[in-house]
C-alpha cells in the first residue's frame, strides 16, 4: 500500500522540482511525466521537464506546449543545483535516464520515484507504485484520487488516458480490470476524446516509417517449419 501522503507531503514541503523519465519515452512515460508537472505547476511549483531523449512525434500532441526540454549538458549544467526534488517517473533503474545519469547519482536534494515495473534500484529517497498497477498514469490518478491534491481537469485527463490506454495495450492486458474502465469513463467525462487520441498515438505515420516497413514486408518468408515469418532489413537503410 503506498502512502501517498508522503508524497503530498514533499510537494507541499518543497519549491523546485526536476521530473524526468526513460529513454525513448511511450505515451505512459510521457503521460504521468507530464500529469504530474501539472499537478506542480497548479500548486504554484517551480518545475522543469527534461529527457534524455526528443518527444516521438506521435506523442507530440500530449505537449502542445513544448514543455519537455531535450537534455542538453551545457544548457541544463545548473539544474541539478537548483531543484529541491528530482523525481523520475516510469522507470526505476537511473541508467535509463542515460545522459542525466550522472546528475541524478550526484543530486544532493530528495529523490523520488514513481513507477510499476519489477526490481527498482536502491537509489530513490521515496518510491511510489508497485507491479499492481497496469501504468505509471495509474499510479498519478490514484494519488490524486487519494490525497485530492489538484482537481483534474482536461489536461491531467488526457496525459492520464494516453498513459493507461497504451500500456494496457488498449484494454487488453492481464491488468484491465473493471476499476481500470471506471478510471477511463471519469477521464472521458473531463472531456478526452479517445477516437481522437488513438489516432494520433497509432495511426499516423511519416512517410519514411510506411516505407521501410514495406521494404521490410517485401523480405518476409516462413522457415522450414511454416510456422515461423522472418522479415530481414540491412542497416544502410535503417541510417
Do not use: W
Not at 44 to 63: A, C, I, M, Q, R
Not at 117 to 129: A, I, K, L, M, R
Not at 173 to 190: S, V, W
Not at 196 to 209: G, L, T
Amino acid at each position: 500500500m503506498n502512502d501517498f501522503s508522503k508524497l503530498k507531503k514533499i510537494i507541499e514541503e518543497n519549491r523546485s522540482f526536476l521530473l524526468s523519465t526513460h529513454v525513448n519515452p511511450d505515451a505512459d512515460a510521457l503521460g504521468s511525466e507530464l500529469a504530474f508537472y501539472f499537478i506542480l505547476k497548479k500548486l504554484g511549483k517551480k518545475v522543469k521537464v527534461v529527457n534524455h531523449s526528443s518527444t516521438p512525434y506521435n506523442l507530440e500532441f500530449l505537449d502542445e506546449e513544448k514543455i519537455i526540454e531535450k537534455f542538453d549538458e551545457a544548457a541544463h549544467e545548473k539544474i541539478f543545483d537548483e531543484a529541491e526534488v528530482f523525481v523520475l517517473l516510469d522507470l526505476n533503474q537511473a541508467n535509463r535516464i542515460v545522459k542525466l545519469e550522472k546528475g541524478f547519482r550526484s543530486f544532493k536534494g530528495i529523490k523520488v520515484c514513481i513507477d510499476h515495473h519489477q526490481d527498482p534500484e536502491n537509489v530513490f529517497d521515496n518510491y511510489f507504485g508497485s507491479t499492481d498497477y497496469s501504468a505509471t498514469s495509474e499510479i498519478i490518478y490514484e494519488f490524486i484520487e487519494q490525497t485530492k491534491i489538484v482537481e483534474i481537469d482536461y489536461a491531467i485527463a488526457l496525459q492520464l488516458y494516453a498513459g493507461i490506454m497504451t500500456d494496457t495495450g488498449s484494454f487488453r492486458f492481464d491488468r484491465t480490470n473493471p476499476r481500470i474502465h471506471r478510471i477511463m469513463a471519469e477521464l472521458l467525462e473531463k472531456g478526452v476524446n479517445p477516437t481522437i487520441v488513438y489516432d494520433k498515438i497509432y495511426d499516423q505515420f511519416k512517410f519514411a516509417r510506411a516505407k521501410l516497413l514495406g521494404e521490410a514486408l517485401s523480405t518476409i518468408e516462413l522457415d522450414s517449419t511454416k510456422q515461423i515469418a522472418i522479415m530481414s532489413i540491412k542497416l544502410e537503410t535503417l541510417t
